[in-house]
């Protein structure tokens, strides 16, 4: 079973940009579909962007054109990088591991069977 460990969270202005990574071991990632939800007080888990282990990756529209997603295979890892972050960016972010291909799958919860711990941003007004 696949472990995932966050990093990269921390605080930013307005305007600004941070890069979360999720690296994972158990597994290789190779074969699976990864994402990004994030959770913010008193919400459920919102989707932020997937990636499908074919390569294709598919954003939310509140962060389409501002975030990007990658996998690189050789680190076992992928990576979140947010520019012009605004407030309402400010959550706890987790990756996720699936098996599923089907992108209408790929953006609920229920469609993945490993997170990570989370790692908070901060973003400031």
């Known amino acids: 079973q696949v472990q995932l460990v966050e990093s990269g969270g921390g605080s930013a202005q307005a305007g600004g940009s941070l890069s979360l990574s999720c690296k994972a071991s158990g597994q290789r990632l190779n074969k699976l579909s990864m994402a990004w939800f994030r959770r913010t007080p008193g919400k459920e888990r919102e989707f932020v962007a997937a990636?499908?282990?074919?390569?294709?990756?598919h954003f939310d529209d509140s962060v389409k054109g501002r975030f990007t997603m990658l996998k690189n295979n050789a680190e076992n890892a992928v990576h979140l990088q947010m520019h012009s972050l605004q407030p309402e960016d400010t959550a706890v972010y987790y990756c996720a591991a699936s098996g599923s291909v089907i992108l209408s799958q790929l953006m609920a919860p229920d469609a993945y069977y490993n997170w990570g711990q989370g790692t908070q941003v901060t973003v400031s007004s």
């Open positions: 990636i499908r282990w074919t390569g294709t990756t």
